[in-house]
């Protein structure tokens, strides 16, 4: 069983910054990602991770704004949001799978754990 909690949402002011933490317990998975959804609109893929490859995927909404990282046990998840805009408001969370393709991802479907989310508004 894997447990995800995530925190450091809270409300910015557009063009300010954000980091999110999402501590994971149990071993099931090597695949990590953060996920967002805003009232009314689908979950989107924002960044996912593949632990021990340290390998990248990130949402064509966000590139590389986001950073995603992991600490250095493979438990802490982190997604540094910079240069936030009103748009990327939303209640964000961390998710994580096993994988055995070498591929990550971000399809929500593919991903077996989900955390409560953290929310994050952006005011302009």
């Known amino acids: 069983q894997v447990q995800l909690v995530e925190s450091g949402g809270g409300s910015v002011q557009a063009g300010g910054s954000l980091r999110l933490s999402c501590a994971a317990s149990?071993?099931?998975?090597?695949?990590m990602a953060w996920f967002r959804q805003a009232p009314g609109k689908a979950r989107e893929g924002v960044a996912a991770?593949?632990?021990?490859?340290?390998?990248?995927d990130y949402g064509d909404s966000v590139q590389e704004r986001f950073p995603i990282s992991l600490d250095n046990a493979g438990n802490t998840l982190y997604l540094e949001m910079n240069s936030l805009k009103s748009e990327d408001t939303a209640m964000y969370y961390c998710?994580?799978?096993?994988?055995?393709?070498?591929?990550?991802?971000?399809?929500?479907?593919?991903?077996?754990?989900w955390g409560q989310g953290t929310q994050v508004t952006v005011s302009s």
């Open positions: 998710a994580a799978r096993w994988d055995g393709t070498g591929y990550c991802g971000l399809t929500a479907e593919n991903f077996r754990y």
């Open positions: 149990g071993v099931a998975y090597n695949c």
């Open positions: 991770i593949l632990r021990s490859f340290d390998r990248t």
